[in-house]
């Protein structure tokens, strides 16, 4: 009876976890997609903002957003894989690289706002790249980059090594038996942790606070050395920086469905590689 | 038995993983297109032994070796010849099968393209290679699907076709049979006799009956030294050593 009821306590606590998780989760969508979905149309994902920001759309958030995610993919890939295939195939297992895996994991745990200012004395000062798509682009790059490093790790890690011995027994340099034999079996799981890393850098507001978004732009242009308007920080300035709050709050509504979409589209690309590559 | 040509042979060898010594001053030879076993019981290195010789070690940080390995007298480590190189005459076909993830033809045909294999030879050597190791008629209609959907056997067949690819003038297996079922058992026995007229094969074996279905000469190693090594026949029938006697006999492994 004692070990029924405590059955019963454990189950049930258990359970309420994960109710209520997954309580905030639809409380949170059902509030966004009950106020944004009027809102998105056509015309708002594909016009400028007007009269002030209170009218139009949120075209040039969405084209900043996507060319910073773009550079950020550019810039933080080569150098994560890289730095992963270093570590994992090279790399002899001394105090030194497990410093250096420490410090990575340490790096994945500083707080944006911190890459943010990183950014800004490194890139925008030093480098003289001033405010821009592509100083932006860079800091998340830096932010995505231990992510990048950690998830490709644990991927290459998955690659069993009779694979490597394989090829090293029909004459393969280490070279060409990483680039023609383990790269490709890790493939699936470095793409979705790239695309993981990609959509956390998306929603982030905080790197690109000082090192490139702004207010307003009515030429989304995408150029690297221009400032843009970005997602995140369209949805914080409305949400909290409009002066005419009660007038733009059904367009917050919509650019934060926007962004969950964007997110949520990304993540789902990464869900679709990982499947693709298990039902092969 | 008769004067034969030593193809490999290992000469005072030591080798340590770390601290620990897996290797003590081994002296082995192994004839020319015969076939030897390395038996003993497990843990005594003959695994370590074998990989030695295509240099498997290489990529083993704290693997340290002694002595002299040689291939038609010449030297596998620190003498002319590279990793690669080395790895070009002498195979490995592993313990546990290890097809390449790409498709059966693929898997063969990898190891001429990173070899400079001319690309118009390539097609009749990977045909002929998989009809050497027997898996041509199952497979000639599916060259394109992924090696890995073959059974146990059919994958150990087709690792064997891709070492043979390559003409190497050694074959070192590990255990090839050890996971497999009787049948494909006895068909790569079957395969491993034919090869012997082309190959110095090298077999590593737990089990005494393939040893002596198959091979010419065994080696006998226990707690990383060579106890004793001679015609299979000597070997299992008439052991100087007690202590082989007391392996072959199932005193002990």
């Known amino acids: ?280 | 038995m008769i004067q034969e040509k030593i193809k490999l042979a290992a000469h005072d060898v030591n080798l340590w993983f770390g601290q620990k010594q897996i290797l003590k001053h081994i002296d082995v030879t192994f004839p020319e297109r015969k076939i030897t076993a390395l038996i003993g019981p497990s843990g005594c290195g003959k695994s370590t032994l074998l990989r030695a010789f295509n240099r498997m070690h290489d990529l083993v940080p704290d693997a340290r070796i002694e002595g002299r390995f040689l291939l038609d007298n010449t030297d596998l480590y620190g003498g002319p010849l590279s990793a690669t190189q080395v790895r070009q005459r002498i195979g490995m076909v592993f313990q546990k099968a290890n097809p390449f993830p790409k498709s059966i033809y693929d898997n063969v045909v990898y190891g001429l393209k990173i070899n400079g294999v001319p690309k118009e030879q390539q097609h009749e050597i990977v045909v002929r290679s998989l009809q050497e190791s027997y898996l041509w008629e199952e497979v000639k209609d599916e060259l394109n699907k992924p090696a890995v959907r073959l059974s146990g056997g059919q994958q150990q067949r087709l690792c064997i076709a891709r070492t043979i690819a390559l003409r190497p003038e050694v074959i070192l297996m590990d255990e090839p049979c050890s996971a497999l079922d009787p049948i494909s058992t006895a068909k790569i026995e079957e395969l491993i006799l034919k090869l012997k007229e082309e190959y110095t094969i090298v077999i590593v074996t737990h089990s005494m009956q393939q040893a002596q279905r198959i091979a010419d000469k065994t080696v006998f190693m226990y707690l990383g030294e060579v106890v004793e090594q001679g015609p299979t026949a000597s070997i299992f029938n008439n052991p100087q050593q007690e202590l082989t006697a007391n392996y072959v006999h199932g005193r002990f492994g």
């Not at chain 1, 966004?32 to 759309?57: A, H, Q, R």
């Not at chain 1, 990575?104 to 800004?120: D, E, M």
């Not at chain 1, 682009?137 to 932010?143: F, R």
């Open chain 1, 1 to 280: 009876m004692k070990r029924k009821l405590q059955f019963i306590a454990e189950w049930g606590s258990l359970l309420l976890s994960t109710a209520a998780v997954c309580c905030f989760l639809v409380v949170i969508l059902w509030d966004i997609i009950g106020k944004g979905l009027p809102v998105l149309s056509w015309e708002f994902l594909s016009s400028l903002p007007t009269d002030g920001m209170t009218k139009g759309g949120i075209l040039p958030a969405i084209v900043g957003t996507v060319s910073v995610t773009l550079i950020t993919a550019i810039s933080a890939t080569p150098f994560g894989v890289c730095c992963a295939i270093y570590l994992n195939e090279y790399a002899q297992d001394n105090w030194l690289t497990r410093s250096i895996r420490a410090s990575i994991r340490n790096l994945a745990g500083v707080p944006s706002i911190i890459y943010g200012l990183f950014g800004l004395a490194i890139f925008v000062q030093a480098l003289q790249l001033g405010t821009s798509l592509l100083a932006a682009g860079l800091t998340l790059g830096l932010l995505s980059l231990p992510y990048i490093i950690t998830t490709t790790e644990e991927a290459l890690r998955r690659v069993p090594a009779s694979t490597r011995e394989a090829a090293l027994a029909v004459g393969a340099t280490q070279l060409e038996s990483i680039r023609d034999m383990v790269l490709p079996s890790a493939i699936s799981g470095i793409l979705t942790g790239v695309v993981l890393a990609l959509s956390r850098a998306a929603g982030e507001t905080a790197p690109i606070l000082f090192t490139g978004v702004a207010f307003y732009i009515n030429n989304p242009s995408g150029a690297l050395n221009q400032e843009f308007m970005a997602l995140p920080y369209h949805l914080y300035m409305l949400s909290t920086q409009h002066q005419a709050i009660a007038e733009v709050r059904p367009l917050a509504y919509g650019t934060a469905l926007t962004l969950i979409i964007v997110v949520f589209l990304l993540n789902f690309t990464a869900f679709y590689i990982r499947y693709k590559h298990r039902s092969k």
